[in-house]
């Protein structure tokens, strides 16, 4: 099955990443999300992105002009109805993510496959949802998606083996590297990454070490790019507390408990880089100052 036109539903932080490599990698993509606020918010993002890379002269400024062309964005779910791969990227929650599937399973023509970009989730959950658990799959991108090059593809055991060879080459074609995930949540990554993240937030919350020396610590003894818990304002700590809530409930394992300094930082409105207070301070372009 070729793949020619994309769907994307979200265009959040997340979702709007998506939508920018698969436009940057040459295929049509439709993006919807609930309103056309949400889809213009994100589409700036997506040109503000690409005008980076024209400014360090790592694109060229007609080819950031090509990429938007072949980015639609609409308020209306049923735009995608000529898609043939629909990615789904809204939050992290299993019944707003139900809720879209039944809708895209009503809309999508039979061969549309229907992905979901989970990072927690079960993605037979997921799939329940639709008369068509053979051709959904997790497509797990990272944040953010423009530079991350793990993709996580998981195979549910009703995901064909069509379904799961067209989500590992359509990986490889948006520049992606491909490792073949198991249905459990968390996957490969998050269910490892957690725990060292939980680890990062209780010893900040027991006074145990700074915020900067954990992060020094991490980046400078293990070659990570970001601290942890600069990596989690990235992320969102809305996003990152639903995800170990996600994981804690399947699993029952107390090393999956959300530290409860998250959960209250979440209460306090404190999520990350998109609010401007997370672990760190942020200006409106969500560059570091504190």
């Known amino acids: ?52 890379s024209v400014d360090k002269g790592k694109l060229l400024s007609e080819n950031k002009q090509s990429i938007m062309t072949r980015i639609k964005g609409t308020a209306n779910i049923s735009d995608l109805n000529d898609c043939d791969l629909v990615i789904e990227a809204v939050f992290d929650n299993l019944e707003v993510k139900r809720k879209v599937f039944t809708e895209l399973d009503n ?36 944040n953010p998606v423009p530079l991350m090059k793990l993709l996580e593809v998981v195979k549910t055991i009703a995901t064909s083996e069509e379904t799961l060879a067209v989500g590992k080459e359509f990986g490889a074609r948006i520049g992606k590297t491909v490792v073949i995930a198991p249905d459990v949540p968390g996957y490969i990554h998050n269910r490892l990454t957690a725990v060292l993240s939980i680890a990062a ?5 027991d006074k145990i070490a700074s915020r900067d020396d954990i992060d020094t610590a991490l980046k400078l003894g293990s070659n990570f790019p970001m601290g942890r818990l600069e990596l989690l304002d990235l992320v969102g ?54």
């Open 201 to 205: 937030i209780k010893m900040l919350e």
């Open 1 to 52: 099955m070729e793949i020619k036109r994309v769907g994307v539903v979200g265009c959040g932080t997340m979702g709007s990443g998506i939508v920018q490599v698969i436009a940057q990698s040459g295929y049509a993509v439709t993006v919807s999300d609930l309103n056309i606020e949400a889809v213009n918010k994100g589409l700036a993002g997506i040109d503000y992105w690409l005008q980076k």
């Open 107 to 142: 809309i999508c023509p039979k061969h549309t496959i229907l992905a979901s970009n989970s990072s927690t989730l079960s993605i037979i959950d997921i799939a329940a949802a639709t008369k068509r658990m053979d051709k959904v799959v997790g497509m797990h991108f990272f």
């Open 237 to 290: 700590l809305d996003t990152i507390l639903a995800g170990y809530e996600n994981l804690y409930q399947e699993y029952k394992d107390v090393k999956y408990a959300p530290p409860l300094l998250l959960k209250r930082m979440v209460a306090a409105g404190w999520l990350g880089r998109k609010s401007g207070k997370g672990f760190y301070e942020y200006d409106k372009e969500g560059n570091k100052i504190g």
